[in-house]
C-alpha cells in the first residue's frame, strides 16, 4: 500500500481558498488585507504536505481501516484486557456540545451538570466496589495503581511506619503490579500460586512481616480463577499491619455480584476504559478510578469536584478533573443497565467464559486449570507442541485466517504455551459456537497438517513480523528522498 506521500502530486488537491483575495464576512468589497509577517518568522521552504484529490484522500482512509481489526470486525476474545462491544449511544453522550464545550477553569456554578457526573460516578463506583470514596483523575489502569500504592505508602508514613519496604504481589498477577510497586519504591516480594491458580496460603504466611507495606491482587486473578480464601488472603496481610490493594482494571467478572471492599480490599482501581464502556487499546484516553475506604480517604489526591485537597493528601496525580468524558460514558452505561443490569453483565460474561471452556475442552483443548472460570479462561498448549510442533503463536495466527482476533498470547507467564481467552458479555452464542468450531478446525489442522499453521496466516495483509522489532523499533516516520 502506497503512504499518502507517495500518493501526493504537486499541485493537485482542492483548493478552497483563494490566496488574499478572500472576502471578509459576505462584503465582496472587503478583502483580507495581506499580513505582514516579519522574515524572521517566515520559514525558508514550504511544509512537505502531501497533496492528494478528496478521492484519495477518503480511499487513503478506508485503506487504512480496513487494514485494521477492532471489534466492530470481528471477535475479539482478548484475556485480561475486555475488548468488548461498548454502545454507540454512549459515544454519541460523550460527544454532547455541553459537555464537550466545556474548560476546567470555568466558574462552578457553569458546569453543575458535569458535577453531577461525577457525583453520580463516585456514588455508582463507590456502590459496586464497597469503598467509602474514589478520584477520578488517574488517566490509565496503571496510573490508578500508582495512585491507590501512594496512598498505601502515605498512610503507613502518617502513622511513622517507616519499616514497611515491601509489597507482596502474586506470580500471576498483570506486570502493571511489580512495575507499580517498584515505581512507588517498595520491594517486590512474589508469591508462587498453587496448581489450581490460588494464592499459595502458606507462602503469604511465610513473607508477611512487619516489613509488609501491602499485598496487591486481582481477584479474578489473570488465570481467570475466583480466589475462595480471599478472606483468609486479606486477614493475613491485615493481622501483619499491611494493607490490600485490589486490581479491578477488569471487573465484568463480579461487579454486581461481589465487591472488593468485601472481600477486605482497602483500595482499588476501575479500568473505566475495560469495563464500563470506554473503547480499550489505541492508547486512546482511559481513566483508572481509584475507589478506597475510609482511612486511606485523607490521603486522596484533590477531590474531583473541586474540594481543597487534605493536608495530608498525596497531592495531584493528574490536571484537573481526570479524563471527564471516559467518567461520562461509565455514567451513561451504568444508568442504562441499572443494578440488575450490571449484575447480568457480569453473569453473561461468566456463563459465555464457561460455555467457550467446556466446548474447546471437549474439541481436545487443555485448560491450564480445571473447573468453573470466571470471565476469562487459559488454554494449555504445551502438549499439542510436544505432539505436532504447532505452538500457541501457531494457532493464534491461524485463527486470523478466519477472521478472529487472537486471544492474549503468552500470558499469563506462569502458563509456557498459553492461550487466553475472554469472550465478554456482549457476544452472541452463534458467535461463540462459530469461534469454537474454528478452534476445533485449527486443531485438526495442527494434527494433520503441522506446517499449514506454523505457515498461517495465510490470507492476511501482514503474515509474521518480527514481534519484538515491530513493538520496539517501529517505523512511523516516512523517510522523504534527498
Ligand atoms: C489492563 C490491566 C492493567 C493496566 O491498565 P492500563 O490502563 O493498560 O494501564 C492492570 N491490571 C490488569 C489486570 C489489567 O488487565
Do not use: A, N
Given at each position: 500500500m502506497k503512504t499518502i506521500f507517495e500518493l501526493s502530486k504537486p499541485g493537485r488537491g482542492n483548493k478552497v481558498l483563494t490566496p488574499y483575495k478572500t472576502t471578509v464576512g459576505l462584503d465582496p468589497t472587503k478583502e483580507v488585507p495581506k499580513a505582514d509577517i516579519p522574515a524572521s518568522f517566515k520559514r525558508a521552504s514550504a511544509p512537505r504536505l502531501p497533496e492528494v484529490s478528496e478521492n484519495d484522500l477518503s480511499r487513503h482512509y478506508n485503506a487504512l481501516a480496513r487494514r485494521s481489526f477492532g471489534v466492530c470486525d470481528g471477535f475479539y476474545p482478548l484475556?485480561?484486557?475486555?475488548m468488548k462491544y461498548n454502545p454507540k449511544v454512549n459515544e454519541s453522550i460523550a460527544a454532547l456540545s455541553g459537555f464537550t464545550d466545556i474548560h476546567p477553569l470555568q466558574p462552578k456554578h457553569t458546569v453543575s451538570g458535569c458535577e453531577t457526573v461525577y457525583s453520580l460516578a463516585r456514588k455508582y463506583l463507590c456502590g459496586i466496589t464497597g469503598m467509602d470514596d474514589m478520584t477520578f483523575q488517574p488517566a490509565a489502569g496503571a496510573h490508578g495503581e500508582f495512585t491507590g500504592v501512594l496512598l498505601i505508602k502515605a498512610y503507613h508514613e502518617s502513622r511513622g511506619d517507616h519499616a514497611r519496604k515491601k509489597i507482596i504481589v502474586p506470580d500471576s498477577a498483570h506486570g502493571t503490579n511489580p512495575a507499580t510497586a517498584a515505581m512507588c519504591g517498595f520491594e517486590v516480594c512474589s508469591i508462587t500460586s498453587t496448581a489450581d491458580g490460588m494464592v499459595d496460603l502458606d507462602a503469604l504466611r511465610a513473607v508477611v512481616g512487619p516489613d509488609t507495606a501491602g499485598l496487591m491482587l486481582t481477584n479474578p486473578n489473570t488465570v481467570g480463577k475466583f480466589d475462595k480464601n480471599i478472606l483468609e488472603i486479606t486477614k493475613i496481610v491485615h493481622d501483619a499491619g499491611g494493607l490490600c490493594y485490589y486490581d479491578g482494571a477488569n471487573l465484568n467478572a463480579v461487579m454486581g455480584v461481589a465487591r472488593p471492599g468485601d472481600m477486605g480490599f482497602d483500595v482499588c482501581h476501575l479500568n473505566l476504559h475495560k469495563t464500563f464502556s470506554t473503547p480499550h487499546g489505541g492508547g486512546g484516553p482511559g481513566s483508572g478510578a481509584v475507589g478506597c475506604k475510609e482511612i486511606l480517604k485523607p490521603f486522596l489526591p484533590a477531590s474531583t469536584l473541586g474540594e481543597e485537597p487534605s493536608a495530608q493528601s498525596i497531592g495531584q496525580v493528574k490536571m484537573f478533573y481526570g479524563n471527564f468524558l471516559v467518567v461520562l460514558r461509565a455514567v451513561a452505561y451504568l444508568m442504562t443497565l441499572g443494578n440488575s443490569g450490571v449484575r447480568e453483565a457480569a453473569q453473561t460474561a461468566v456463563l459465555n467464559a464457561n460455555y467457550m471452556k467446556k466446548k474447546m475442552e471437549e474439541a481436545g483443548y487443555i485448560a491450564a486449570y480445571p473447573g468453573i472460570c470466571m470471565h476469562e479462561f487459559v488454554l494449555d498448549l504445551a502438549e499439542l507442541k510436544k505432539e505436532t510442533g504447532v505452538s500457541a503463536l501457531d494457532v493464534a495466527k491461524s485463527m486470523l485466517d478466519h477472521g478472529i482476533h487472537p486471544p492474549t498470547m503468552y500470558f499469563p507467564l506462569i502458563v509456557h504455551e498459553a492461550l487466553m481467552f475472554e469472550p465478554t458479555e456482549t457476544e452472541s452464542r452463534e458467535t461463540l459456537d462459530e469461534a469454537c468450531a474454528v478452534m476445533a478446525e485449527i486443531l485438526k489442522t495442527a494434527k494433520e497438517d503441522p506446517a499449514a499453521c506454523h505457515a498461517a496466516p495465510h490470507h492476511t495483509v501482514i503474515g509474521r513480523p518480527d514481534e519484538t522489532k515491530a513493538a520496539r523499533h517501529p517505523v512511523v516516520r516516512y523517510e522523504f528522498g534527498a
Open positions: 484475556g485480561s484486557c475486555t
